[in-house]
């Protein structure tokens, strides 16, 4: 918060309001689970101009071969985001 840089915390268990008032705050920084993530990007419509880093939480879980994180959450988030940053 020193050097104005707002960070959101997007993960699963906890109260899904209060992360998506967070991330209508214009974040920078997204530290998210994809499951979560995709769900706040579903379900809203966020502005995503100011964001720089998106890491995504379980990502040994993203890429496993049992996962269907690959063939749907991480592609439709990075549309989302792509959508955003061509703006």
Do not use: W
Not at 28 to 49: C, E, F, S, W
């Amino acid at each position: 918060s020193d050097i104005n840089v707002n960070v959101c915390i997007v993960v699963g268990g906890l109260d899904m309001i209060k992360q998506s008032v967070e991330f209508s705050k214009k974040p920078h920084i997204i530290v998210a689970t994809p499951g979560r993530l995709a769900d706040l990007l579903q379900n809203g419509n966020y502005d995503l101009k100011r964001l720089r880093y998106l890491v995504f939480d379980e990502a040994d879980r993203s890429v496993s071969s049992d996962s269907s994180f690959m063939l749907s959450e991480i592609p439709f988030i990075l549309r989302k985001v792509g959508n955003h940053m061509t703006r």
